[in-house]
């Protein structure tokens, strides 16, 4: 939420993995698998920052290639919504499935460890805090487990003098310096959800799976080298957080839709995704003080009194999907959420559901979602 709590325009390209159900806190759930799930190798996620659907993809839109060309090549789920404010939430929500506590709402100003007092239904972990046990599952680790491949790329992750130019979070217990930008560094450390479960940072894959956007270009060359999943987050100016941004640029929607614009053809004509990839842009929320409605009926949330702060949801936030699977042009008004993403990557790969994404009755993607003909 611009100025609020945290804006994510989210771009979201996304997809499933795979890992056995266990009954250890945070461990996959069995679910029932979507009919018809196209064969997807390699999923693009791209999030964008606290921007509500009517302000996005309106008539008036200030992101037209968002709103008007991305739309024209994929489907628009014109029905999708955050399931949190403020923004760590939602994040943490498409990579987990867990809910929010009270700590991930206001987006852990201090990076503490998750102090938990047991384990809930669909195994959401119960306390307060920032950083999850290593006992708790994230898709990162089901498609590691699955011998595939993820990468998170984090714009401005390597632009401090004194940090790690990877995997870079702030140390259990302190403060997180990267609540607001700086000039030359505008990484945010809530925007990145892979740094907040110690069965990520607690591994080697961390530096080398939580890397820079620079990253990307090269991993894009060939099939082979580009990941399974691609979780891509700009930095606090081009996911149209800040407005106007640190360095002098716009922010919002317009910063964001030139970032689109920069980066999603090359997505679009790199082999992985014309092979069997599918690209997900989605937001993280609406802003806080315009909408923090839910959709997919109630979400438990036993950690805090209401996911939204100041409603039950994250608001009414779109969509956009584009793939071969997908016909161009096409609309949906089916209710999905962060959830529902996470529950449709997990099924495109043939995996069990995480946390809420195996809640009885949350839809995933199916044959509305996957109609191109062929």
């Known amino acids: 939420m611009r100025r609020v709590v945290g804006r994510v325009v989210v771009a979201l390209c996304v997809f499933a993995l795979a890992v056995a159900a266990s009954v ?3 461990a996959a759930s069995v679910a029932p698998k979507a009919k018809k799930a196209p064969q997807t190798g390699h999923v693009f996620v791209i999030n964008l920052e606290n921007t509500g659907f009517e302000t996005t993809f309106g008539s008036a839109s200030p992101a037209p ?23 760590l939430g939602n994040y943490l929500a498409q990579i987990s499935g867990q809910g929010p506590s009270k700590a991930t709402q206001v987006d852990c100003p201090t990076f503490s460890e998750f102090e938990t007092t047991g384990t809930g239904e669909l195994d959401q972990v119960l306390g307060d805090g920032c950083v999850y046990p290593a006992s708790v599952q994230t898709i990162a680790d ?7 491949t993820w990468r998170g790329y984090m ?7 004194t940090e790690p130019t990877t995997c870079r979070h702030p140390a259990i217990g302190e403060g997180d310096p990267t609540q607001a930008a700086r000039t ?38 060939s099939v082979k080298k580009t990941p399974n999943l691609v979780y891509i987050a700009p930095n606090l100016c081009n996911d149209g957080h800040d407005e106007p941004c640190v360095d002098g640029k716009p922010g919002g929607l317009v910063s964001a839709d030139a970032f689109l614009k920069q980066w999603v053809p090359k997505i679009l004509k ?5 092979k069997d990839g599918m690209l997900i ?15 997919c009926g109630p979400t438990p949330a036993p950690n805090v009194t209401q996911a939204g702060l100041n409603g039950p949801g994250g608001g009414r936030i779109g969509a956009v999907i584009i793939s071969k699977f997908v016909k161009p042009g096409t609309t949906n008004d089916t209710p ?24 009885p009755g949350l839809a995933c993607f199916g044959p509305d979602v996957y109609n191109a003909k062929g």
């Open 336 to 359: 999905y959420n962060h959830y529902a993403l996470l529950c449709s990557m997990e099924d495109l790969f043939g995996l069990s559901h995480l946390g809420l994404a195996g809640r």
């Open 184 to 221: 030359g560094d505008q990484y945010a450390t809530k925007h990145n959800p892979f740094v907040y479960f110690h069965s990520i940072i607690d591994s080697p894959l961390c530096a080398k799976n939580v890397v820079g956007l620079d990253r990307l270009s090269p991993d894009l060359a």
């Open 142 to 148: 089901q498609l590691t487990a699955k011998r595939l």
């Open 270 to 274: 790199s082999p992985a995704f014309k």
């Open 281 to 295: 842009v989605t937001f993280d929320e609406a802003e806080l003080t315009e909408d923090s409605s839910e959709c």
């Open 24 to 26: 250890s806190p945070g």
């Open 65 to 87: 290639y968002l709103s008007k060309e991305l739309t024209a090549k994929g489907q628009l789920l014109t029905q999708y919504y955050g399931v949190s404010h403020a923004s």
């Open 155 to 161: 714009e401005d992750i390597g632009n401090s003098a």
